[in-house]
């Protein structure tokens, strides 16, 4: 059974920082694509950070590139989203999503559709 747990959003001042977590569960580590998306009141979802194992490479969208990092830790299973100098923009409902396909990370993060999809999480930066 796969399952993907999101955590860590919150409220936070412009410039602050949060960590969200995603834990992996029913996936093999081999050709596992994973990434997150936002989506913002009034805008489309869109993926912000992959990371694909089969290909060994990471993606960070332009918007974010510099203030988020995204890492995997493989013993934990988790997968994590690092968010530094956070701006009233990325105010958004937070996924972390999966899928086992062999896909390099850019194209994970531009998929429409995701085959498992974990619990959105809030998060609120405030100016």
């Known amino acids: 059974d796969v399952q993907l747990q999101a955590s860590g959003g919150g409220l936070v001042q412009a410039g602050g920082s949060l960590t969200l977590s995603c834990a992996v569960s029913?996936?093999?580590?081999?050709?596992?694509?994973i990434g997150w998306f936002r989506q913002a009141p009034g805008k489309e979802r869109e993926g912000i950070s992959c990371?694909?194992?089969?290909?060994?490479?990471?993606y960070i969208e332009d918007s974010v590139t510099g203030r988020f990092t995204i890492s995997y830790d493989n013993a934990k299973n988790t997968v994590y989203l690092q968010m530094n100098s956070l701006k009233p923009e990325d105010t958004a409902v937070y996924y972390c999503?999966?899928?086992?396909?062999?896909?390099?990370?850019?194209?994970?993060?531009?998929?429409?559709?995701?085959?498992?999809w974990g619990k959105g999480t809030q998060v609120t930066v405030s100016s």
């Open positions: 999503a999966a899928e086992g396909v062999i896909i390099r990370a850019a194209a994970f993060c531009r998929r429409s559709f995701v085959e498992v």
């Open positions: 029913g996936f093999t580590f081999d050709d596992l694509a």
């Open positions: 990371f694909s194992s089969s290909e060994g490479n990471t």
